[in-house]
């Protein structure tokens, strides 16, 4: 037996196996709108392209700043007794400043649904 047929043999097999990999899943998978993401199979009424209205958007956009005001002011509740009134003031100036793009976000009616 030649050296190199030890290696052809065990190259061979790595190559049928991910051949293997990616051949089984594509014959088992489900076809039509049983594979689709949503509604579990069943055919969905719009396209899934369809265009959200441009006010969720800038809801989403204050429901970030809200959520990320939460991530800052968790890990500050636990500090703000041992740093005193620094943390205190520069957490109100951070609750002014998003205070500030709140009354914006009001005054451009991001909150009116109608």
């Known amino acids: 037996m030649p050296p190199f047929a030890a290696v052809l043999s ?17 014959a088992t998978a489900p076809r039509g709108f049983e594979s689709g993401p949503f509604l ?33 002011m968790f890990p500050w509740a636990l500090v703000v007794a041992s740093i005193g009134v620094k943390a205190v003031v520069e957490m109100f100036a ?7 793009g709140v009354l914006y976000a009001w005054r451009e009616g991001v909150f009116r649904w109608a």
């Open 10 to 26: 065990v190259l061979g097999l790595v190559v049928a196996l991910i051949a293997g990999v990616y051949a089984v899943p594509s």
């Open 40 to 72: 579990s199979g069943a055919r969905p009424a719009e396209h899934a392209v369809s265009r959200y209205h441009v006010r969720w958007y800038t809801v989403s956009m204050v429901f970030l700043a809200f959520d990320m005001e939460m991530v800052f």
């Open 94 to 100: 951070f609750l002014a400043l998003l205070l500030v």
